[in-house]
């Protein structure tokens, strides 16, 4: 699996994507109609549209600390991270994994775990001593993954965005993860 940024400048000042990037970012959001259901993000979760993802990855890269990681194996785009180097909250210190998604068609086959793994070790080398998350209440398969990986819950509120009921979770980045689990 090969992890590339999307750069900031790309959803700046109306510069749009390059098509096929956005055809396969909205093949990507469109394939997991389940959560885009549980979110509410999208007026219509069975009907993601490309504008629809490029001006919701463009509100994620507004955060001055945002990235936007795409994952691909085999050339394909498999999966897609949201991270924040940091909460809007300064009282929080932690980095912050706003979405990982894995294409429904690839799923099962490690990619949510080793892009997981790859953005823990990038914050790791920043220095960094932990990932934090939220994740919806409603949605039991997020919440069983992310405790698969060591995730714990630490709260439970409200997100910021659309005030919908989160578990917020947490992973110590002081301890190494096991090198299976490795990209």
């Known amino acids: 699996m090969i992890v590339e940024a ?9 510069v749009a994507l390059p ?12 394939s997991n109609a389940e959560f885009q259901q549980l ?10 549209r490309p504008e629809q993802v490029a001006a919701a990855l463009a509100d994620d890269l507004a955060q001055p600390t945002a990235e936007v990681l ?3 194996s085999e050339g394909r785009l498999v999966a897609v ?3 924040l180097g ?12 706003g979405l990982l998604m894995v294409h429904a068609d ?17 914050f790791r080398a920043a220095g960094r001593t932990g990932l934090k998350l939220a994740v919806l209440e409603n949605n039991p398969k997020a919440l069983a993954f992310w405790t698969s990986l060591g995730y714990e819950e630490t709260a439970r509120r409200p997100d910021l965005a659309h005030g919908r009921p989160c578990v ?7 301890r190494g993860t096991p090198p299976d689990d490795r990209p």
């Open 168 to 174: 917020v979770m947490r992973r110590s980045l002081d």
């Open 70 to 72: 795409l994952a691909r």
């Open 81 to 83: 991270a949201v991270t």
């Open 106 to 122: 690839e799923r099962r086959a490690g990619h949510g775990r080793r892009l997981a793994a790859y953005v823990e070790d990038r």
């Open 6 to 14: 999307l750069a900031p400048k790309a959803l700046e000042d109306g």
């Open 19 to 30: 098509g096929t990037l956005l055809t396969e970012l909205t093949a990507l959001y469109a």
């Open 86 to 97: 940091r909460h809007p909250d300064p009282a929080d210190p932690d980095p912050w994994l």
């Open 39 to 48: 979110t509410g993000d999208f007026p219509d979760p069975s009907d993601i």
